[in-house]
């Protein structure tokens, strides 16, 4: 395998291209927005600095990575002599099944479709192609650059022959990668998101603050995050959108989303990239500031 496409150029695709591209693989990524993609490409180049000035990689790394990848904004082309297609789009069951029947028309037989997806069913997904046996889910995490664990979700009809070579490829790019069955939330999303969701009630049912949460799972179990500061970070429309998913997938009470969380996502309150949630931020600074919302 050794030409890569990724479709989307938000955090999480812009994540992988970097990732791929810095291993030496010809990256194609796509989205419908060519200012999507300039973005995606400054901040590639702005972590790959970081990087550079951490002495983690060498200047000349980082110019080899950002020749490695080239733009798009149409699909057909670039995914034309893909081995591996992986997809980042926004995470919308329809949009989701839209492309894959696309790709399944546009790619070679043996390419391999993989999603980045962080709930949607893999089997549904494979079930818009005519080749369930070559899709698979490759769930990075947020900041791709820096997590080490790649996700490996197996569909209903995933071979072992591609689960395999995606275990391989994900050792290749220097990630760690884990198997999974695909059931709702697979297993990092079934776990973390009823963690942020009790920690949402416990803050609704007032047993303490905002900080006093976080401070008891950094300093307490050693998390590198608050689950209401991750919260923020993944966003808490992601958050949300993973609830119903486990809710719907197990139809237990144990998965009903905290109303606080509906309430705050109804008004637009989705954490980092709406600028406030539990914190608010301001780009440039890492203090992290209390909302005033949840100020005592
Ligand atoms: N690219 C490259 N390097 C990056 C980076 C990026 N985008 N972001 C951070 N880094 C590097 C920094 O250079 C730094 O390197 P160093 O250790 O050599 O100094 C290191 O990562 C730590 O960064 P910072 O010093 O800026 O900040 P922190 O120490 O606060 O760490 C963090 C930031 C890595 C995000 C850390 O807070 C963390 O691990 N948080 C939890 C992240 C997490 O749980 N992610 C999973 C979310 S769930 C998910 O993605 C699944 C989805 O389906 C919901």
């Known amino acids: 395998m050794k030409n890569i496409s990724v479709i989307g150029a938000?955090?999480?695709?812009?994540?992988?291209?970097?990732?791929?591209?810095?291993?030496?693989?010809?990256?194609?990524?796509?989205?419908v927005s060519p200012s999507?993609?300039?973005?995606?490409l400054a901040t590639i180049d702005k972590n790959l600095s970081r990087m550079v000035s951490k002495?983690?990689?060498?200047?000349?790394?980082?110019?080899?990575?950002?020749?490695?990848?080239?733009?798009?904004?149409?699909?057909?082309?670039?995914?034309?002599?893909?081995?591996?297609?992986?997809?980042?789009?926004t995470e919308n069951e329809s949009l989701k099944?839209?492309?894959f029947k696309e790709l399944d028309e546009s790619c070679q037989e043996s390419t391999i479709l993989a999603t980045n997806t962080s709930s949607i069913s893999i089997t549904k997904?494979?079930?818009?192609?005519?080749?369930p046996d070559k899709v698979i889910g490759m769930h990075f995490m947020n900041?791709?650059?820096?997590?080490?664990?790649?996700?490996?979700?197996?569909?209903y009809g995933t071979s072992d022959k591609v689960t395999a070579d995606i275990m391989d490829l994900s050792k290749n790019i220097n990630k760690i990668p884990v198997e999974v069955n695909d059931y709702p939330g697979f297993v990092s999303n079934r776990i973390l998101m009823p963690m942020i969701n009790e920690a949402i009630?416990?803050?609704?049912?007032?047993?303490?603050?905002?900080?006093?949460?976080?401070?008891v799972m950094k300093l307490g179990m050693a998390h590198p995050m608050g689950p209401l500061q991750l919260a923020d970070f993944v966003g808490l429309d992601v958050c949300l959108s993973i609830m119903y998913v486990l809710q719907n997938g197990f139809g237990d009470t144990k998965y009903r989303p905290c109303p606080l969380l509906i309430n705050m996502v109804n008004a637009g309150y989705l954490g980092?990239?709406?600028?406030?949630?539990?914190?608010?931020?301001?780009?440039?600074?890492?203090?992290?500031?209390?909302?005033?919302?949840?100020?005592?």
């Open 10 to 31: 938000g955090t999480m695709g812009n994540g992988i291209a970097h990732v791929f591209a810095m291993n030496d693989y010809p990256v194609n990524l796509i989205d």
């Open 36 to 40: 999507a993609l300039d973005k995606a």
């Open 55 to 89: 002495e983690k990689i060498t200047e000349e790394v980082k110019t080899k990575s950002l020749a490695n990848i080239q733009l798009h904004t149409t699909l057909p082309d670039a995914v034309r002599n893909a081995d591996l297609v992986i997809e980042a789009a």
């Open 97 to 99: 099944l839209t492309i």
């Open 125 to 131: 997904i494979a079930g818009a192609t005519s080749r």
């Open 143 to 155: 900041p791709v650059p820096v997590m080490k664990l790649v996700e490996v979700i197996r569909g």
């Open 201 to 215: 009630y416990s803050l609704y049912e007032n047993v303490a603050g905002v900080e006093e949460i976080d401070t």
């Open 272 to 296: 980092v990239k709406s600028g406030e949630g539990f914190y608010k931020y301001s780009s440039g600074s890492k203090e992290l500031v209390l909302s005033d919302r949840f100020k005592k």
